[in-house]
Nanobody
């Protein structure tokens, strides 16, 4: 079955960086759009970034543009989220998601999800 496993979360000071990884199995990775979402306590899950099947196209939430970069390595079945200049408001559980559709920003458009990794940004 399809499995998505995130890693790389942790505690970082404001202004710092983290790189999240999401390793996929059970699917033909290159045929899937991959996305990152996040959910803070008491808030809805929100779109962060997405990357097309071949990696040529990316899309970002306005709140992370210029700070976060999504990339993928189709030879390793892994998608990454490089997060720079982190802010306390970036604190959330980060999820990766996969679907065969084109790049989309709604959680409802993604069929497969990882278990999430916690990112905490301190002041």
């Amino acid at each position: 079955q399809v499995q998505l496993v995130e890693s790389g979360g942790g505690l970082v000071q404001a202004g710092g960086s983290l790189r999240l990884s999401c390793a996929a199995s059970g699917l033909t990775f290159s045929k899937y759009t991959l996305a990152w979402f996040r959910q803070a306590p008491g808030k809805d899950r929100e779109f962060v970034a997405a990357i097309s099947r071949g990696g040529a196209s990316t899309r970002y939430a306005d709140s992370v543009k210029g700070r976060f970069t999504a990339s993928r390595d189709n030879t390793k079945n892994t998608v990454y989220l490089q997060m720079n200049s982190l802010k306390p408001e970036d604190t959330a559980v980060y999820y990766c998601a996969a679907d065969t559709s084109y790049v989309r920003t709604s959680p409802q458009d993604y069929n497969y999800w990882g278990q999430g990794t916690q990112v905490t940004v301190s002041t």
